[in-house]
């Protein structure tokens, strides 16, 4: 009952947009049918806008967390029309700012100092001003510029309060809403909730700013400002202030003399190399926060700015989606069907033949036209669509990566409206899995994780006898059917061979490992055969178990 007169504003704003059928397809709202005329008036011109305008002007206008949550749901394209997808991925959560007295107020108390202490000047007047923080330009004391971020006062008990009342409208679309399977909208509640508790701490993003800095750190494809550590908190973020042309302001690119075909490419390979080679990605890569650098003109480079909200996958998710877009690349749709099913994306009861054709189905047109004119965003989404009629779980990982794929292909066909997506992204994608997944990569991980495993050997061989002990006395089935003494006889002598095999693997390895740690005047080749038959030996155990 504490929710329902926010409720109430809530659906008022719906009908004044008239969001007729959002408000009806909750029950608490159906009773203001009778009192619509009293509640809301629509606003002016409001019919020659379509539903995607509509719900985006609505969002707006309930303030900056219903605008975060449009976002999110921007990148369910999935799950929601396309035409409201295109309309919500323009939300901008640009707000007046707050007296540049507070925020100087909040440097000083997060900081322990004044602001003349701290920089030679700071201006009062914002640069920009958004819905969870605002930026203030500023001097160092020995003359660099930089630019402190500081979080809105009050923005946590806010925050707290308009997440209450999404979570309430969550549960009643979850209950009521036709559509609830398909839109799942408490799955989307929780996603705003992370990507804000993400926002709110700048120490974080400062964080992520500093480790993207360092994967990047020649700063050739992707310059990223330094982070002034002592000049921050988890209210306020002290940045090197850069100078840059918005990737979407193609007059100023033109003017600065920069190739934007070279521009386009490198922004896909910046792309591709953060998602796949250091497992790190910016996931907020609109034009607002991905800048050209006016003074690079032989090189041109890109400047990333906001580091609120960053993405990473699981190291098995991005073997997998890495092997998908290589699949995809390759036009190998029974390898695309496989490989859904392997990664547990779908339930192993599929059928592969008949997956494989509605892969095939979504993407023969597409490579019917030139390739210059093949979005491989808008052929991931209608691949999603597809796979959800093959009972797909969607991963939520996977979400913020989507998100991020749209924005990148819309830069690089902003930059360069021919530019080949796959003809770029194909050979990049192909040199980081070969360097990621090659012998000497495989051999150095073995490096690391060796200490732990000779920690555990001792016990390896008690736990294989305490196994086959229980196996004799029947208290492991070993097969479902209890008359198969035969079949389990013989099982048991496979697991043992598979465990032979593991073992002489297992000492392979390990002596090469070794012999690489110890030894290295003997160079690469000794132990990297070693390693190679140790793999073998595994290989031939797994082979005789089958």
Same mark, same amino acid.
């Given at each position: 009952? *504490?929710?329902? +007169?926010?409720?109430?504003?809530?659906?008022?704003?719906?009908?004044?947009?008239?969001?007729?059928?959002?408000? @009806?397809?909750?029950?608490?709202?159906?009773?203001?049918?009778?009192?619509?005329?009293?509640?809301?008036?629509?606003?002016?011109?409001?019919?020659?806008?379509?539903?995607?305008?509509?719900?985006?002007?609505?969002?707006?206008?309930?303030?900056?967390?219903?605008?975060?949550?449009?976002?999110?749901?921007?990148?369910?394209?999935?799950?929601?029309?396309?035409?409201?997808?295109?309309?919500?991925?323009? &939300?901008?959560?640009?707000?007046?700012?707050?007296?540049?007295?507070?925020?100087?107020?909040?440097?000083?108390?997060?900081?322990?100092?004044? =602001?003349?202490?701290?920089?030679?000047?700071?201006?009062?007047? +914002?640069?920009?001003?958004?819905?969870?923080?605002?930026?203030?330009?500023?001097?160092?004391?020995?003359?660099?510029?930089?630019?402190?971020?500081?979080?809105?006062?009050?923005?946590?008990?806010?925050?707290?309060?308009?997440?209450?009342?999404?979570?309430? $409208?969550?549960?009643?679309?979850? /209950?009521?809403?036709?559509?609830?399977?398909?839109?799942? +909208? $408490?799955?989307?509640?929780?996603?705003?909730? *992370?990507?804000?508790?993400?926002?709110? @701490?700048?120490?974080?993003?400062?964080?992520?700013?500093?480790?993207?800095?360092?994967?990047?750190?020649?700063?050739?494809? &992707?310059?990223?400002?330094?982070?002034?550590?002592?000049?921050?908190?988890?209210?306020?973020?002290?940045?090197?202030?850069?100078?840059?042309?918005?990737?979407?302001?193609?007059?100023?690119?033109?003017?600065?003399?920069?190739?934007?075909?070279?521009?386009?490419?490198?922004?896909?390979?910046?792309?591709?190399?953060? %998602?796949?080679?250091?497992?790190?990605?910016? !996931?907020?890569?609109?034009?607002?926060?991905?800048? %050209?650098?006016?003074?690079?003109?032989?090189?041109? /480079?890109?400047?990333?700015?906001?580091?609120?909200?960053?993405?990473?996958?699981?190291?098995?998710?991005?073997?997998?989606?890495?092997?998908?877009?290589?699949?995809?690349?390759?036009?190998?749709?029974?390898?695309?069907?496989?490989?859904?099913?392997?990664?547990?994306?779908?339930?192993?009861?599929?059928?592969?033949?008949?997956?494989?054709?509605?892969?095939?189905?979504?993407?023969?047109?597409?490579?019917?036209?030139?390739?210059?004119?093949?979005?491989?965003?808008?052929?991931?989404? *209608?691949?999603?669509?597809?796979?959800?009629?093959?009972?797909? =779980?969607?991963?939520?990982?996977?979400?913020?990566?989507?998100?991020?794929?749209?924005?990148?292909?819309?830069?690089?066909?902003?930059? @360069?409206?021919?530019?080949?997506?796959?003809?770029?992204?194909?050979?990049?994608?192909?040199?980081?899995?070969?360097?990621?997944?090659?012998?000497?990569? =495989?051999?150095?991980?073995?490096?690391?994780?060796?200490?732990?495993?000779?920690?555990?050997?001792?016990?390896?061989?008690?736990?294989?006898?305490?196994?086959?002990?229980?196996?004799?006395?029947?208290?492991?089935?070993? $097969?479902?059917?209890?008359?198969?003494?035969?079949?389990?006889?013989?099982?048991?002598?496979?697991?043992? /061979?598979?465990?032979?095999?593991?073992?002489?693997?297992?000492?392979?390895?390990?002596?090469?490992?070794?012999?690489?740690?110890?030894? +290295?005047?003997?160079?690469?080749?000794?132990?990297?055969?070693?390693?190679? !038959?140790?793999?073998?030996?595994?290989?031939?155990?797994?082979?005789?178990?089958?």
């Amino acid at each position: 009952m *504490k929710v329902v +007169p926010r409720l109430l504003r809530v659906a008022s704003v719906l009908l004044a947009w008239r969001l007729d059928e959002l408000v @009806d397809a909750a029950h608490l709202y159906r009773p203001l049918k009778l009192l619509r005329p009293l509640l809301a008036r629509p606003r002016a011109n409001v019919a020659a806008l379509s539903r995607g305008e509509r719900l985006r002007m609505a969002l707006t206008e309930l303030g900056p967390i219903f605008v975060k949550a449009g976002q999110v749901l921007s990148t369910r394209r999935d799950l929601i029309p396309a035409d409201i997808a295109d309309e919500l991925s323009l &939300l901008q959560d640009q707000v007046a700012p707050f007296l540049g007295s507070a925020a100087r107020a909040i440097v000083e108390q997060q900081l322990n100092a004044s =602001t003349d202490q701290l920089y030679a000047s700071f201006d009062e007047t +914002p640069l920009a001003s958004a819905s969870i923080a605002q930026v203030h330009a500023a001097t160092l004391r020995d003359g660099r510029e930089v630019v402190v971020k500081v979080l809105r006062p009050g923005i946590d008990v806010q925050i707290a309060r308009d997440v209450k009342l999404l979570r309430s $409208l969550g549960e009643l679309a979850q /209950r009521w809403h036709p559509n609830a399977d398909k839109i799942r +909208p $408490l799955d989307v509640v929780a996603e705003v909730e *992370k990507m804000l508790e993400n926002e709110l @701490d700048l120490q974080r993003e400062g964080a992520s700013a500093s480790l993207l800095k360092r994967n990047f750190a020649s700063g050739v494809d &992707l310059y990223v400002p330094a982070v002034h550590w002592e000049l921050t908190s988890a209210r306020v973020l002290t940045l090197e202030r850069v100078h840059g042309i918005s990737s979407d302001d193609i007059a100023a690119i033109d003017a600065a003399g920069l190739d934007r075909k070279a521009l386009a490419a490198k922004g896909v390979r910046v792309f591709y190399e953060q %998602v796949f080679r250091d497992n790190f990605f910016h !996931a907020d890569a609109h034009p607002g926060n991905i800048w %050209v650098d006016p003074t690079r003109v032989d090189e041109p /480079r890109f400047i990333a700015l906001d580091f609120g909200i960053m993405g990473s996958l699981p190291e098995a998710d991005q073997y997998w989606l890495a092997q998908n877009f290589i699949a995809l690349f390759e036009r190998d749709y029974a390898r695309i069907a496989q490989l859904h099913v392997a990664a547990g994306w779908m339930p192993s009861n599929v059928r592969l033949d008949e997956l494989e054709a509605a892969v095939r189905t979504v993407c023969e047109p597409y490579f019917t036209r030139p390739l210059s004119q093949i979005s491989l965003a808008e052929l991931v989404v *209608k691949l999603f669509q597809t796979a959800r009629r093959f009972e797909l =779980t969607l991963q939520p990982q996977l979400i913020l990566l989507q998100k991020t794929l749209l924005n990148i292909e819309g830069v690089g066909r902003m930059l @360069d409206p021919e530019i080949d997506i796959w003809a770029v992204a194909h050979p990049v994608l192909k040199r980081i899995l070969r360097e990621r997944y090659s012998p000497l990569r =495989t051999l150095r991980d073995i490096r690391k994780r060796l200490p732990e495993w000779l920690r555990h050997a001792p016990e390896f061989p008690e736990l294989v006898r305490d196994a086959l002990r229980q196996a004799g006395r029947g208290e492991q089935r070993l $097969l479902a059917d209890a008359d198969a003494l035969g079949q389990q006889a013989r099982l048991t002598g496979r697991v043992l /061979r598979m465990l032979g095999g593991g073992l002489l693997g297992a000492t392979l390895i390990l002596s090469a490992t070794l012999l690489w740690s110890l030894a +290295p005047q003997h160079g690469v080749w000794p132990p990297l055969l070693l390693g190679a !038959a140790g793999l073998l030996a595994f290989a031939f155990g797994s082979s005789r178990q089958r």
